[in-house]
């Protein structure tokens, strides 16, 4: 069974960081692109960064980068968003998910709440 | 990046057919066959149902389809049922190599 096991989220101050985890199972993880996408409270689905099966190929949504980074093991079958600089709007329900050809997701991981606020 | 343009409601009664509109760009759904959509209810994790415009995964019923015209893609969902009701959203490929997603329908089963 495919699983994206999530860690790491929590409450943080504007301007501080947090290092989002999720762990896969079930599949050859060395194989998949993934990517990262939040859901602010209330709102749509958001995608916000992508990492190839090698790391040669990372792209993030413009409102992200410079502050946040994607990376991945595969060695430990991990996959990793390291958040800084955070901002109010950054609080969000933040997925994981294992991408297909064409950016399609297939799976997804249970969902980490983050949240930004003094 | 701007997201696709979906309508922030819709509504059909038990046993009809609605349509689900996305509107994007020569960049995006115009220029690929990958766009997919998907179904979130309430406090879930989404859930894909439909994929390259309109293939089904295993599992996903025949009631949902898709199709795409230009730089528009649709989603039916037919013969609506109370579990239909949900939190729809699509998503494309783009031309810049990453992913955009609607921002939403809110279908509601009379």
């Known amino acids: 069974e495919v699983q994206l096991v999530q860690s790491g989220g929590g409450l943080v101050k504007p301007g501080g960081s947090l290092r989002l985890s999720c762990a896969a199972s079930g599949f050859n993880f060395n194989i998949y692109s993934m990517n990262w996408v939040r859901q602010p409270p209330g709102k749509g689905l958001e995608w916000i960064s992508s990492i190839s099966t090698t790391s040669r190929y990372i792209y993030y949504t413009d409102s992200v980068k410079g502050r946040f980074t994607v990376s991945r093991d595969n060695a430990k079958n991990s996959l990793y968003l390291q958040m800084t600089s955070l901002e109010v709007d950054d609080t969000a329900v933040y997925y994981c998910a294992r991408l297909l050809v064409g950016a399609t997701v297939d799976a997804w991981g249970q969902g980490t709440v983050v949240t930004v606020s003094s | 990046q701007s997201a696709l343009t979906q309508p922030a409601s819709l509504s059909g009664s038990l046993g009809q057919s609605i349509t689900v509109s996305c509107a994007g760009t020569?960049?995006?759904?115009?220029?690929?066959?990958?766009v997919s959509w998907y179904q979130q209810h309430p406090g879930k994790v989404p859930k894909l149902i439909i994929y390259?415009?309109?293939k089904r995964p295993s599992g996903v019923s025949d009631r949902f389809s898709g199709s795409k015209f230009g730089i528009t893609a649709s989603l039916t969902i037919s013969g609506l049922q109370a579990e239909d009701e949900a939190d729809y959203y699509c998503s494309s490929y783009t031309s810049s190599y990453t992913q955009v997603f609607g921002g939403g329908t809110k279908v509601t089963v009379l």
């Open positions: 390259d415009v309109s």
């Open positions: 020569p960049r995006d759904v115009g220029a690929y066959d990958y």
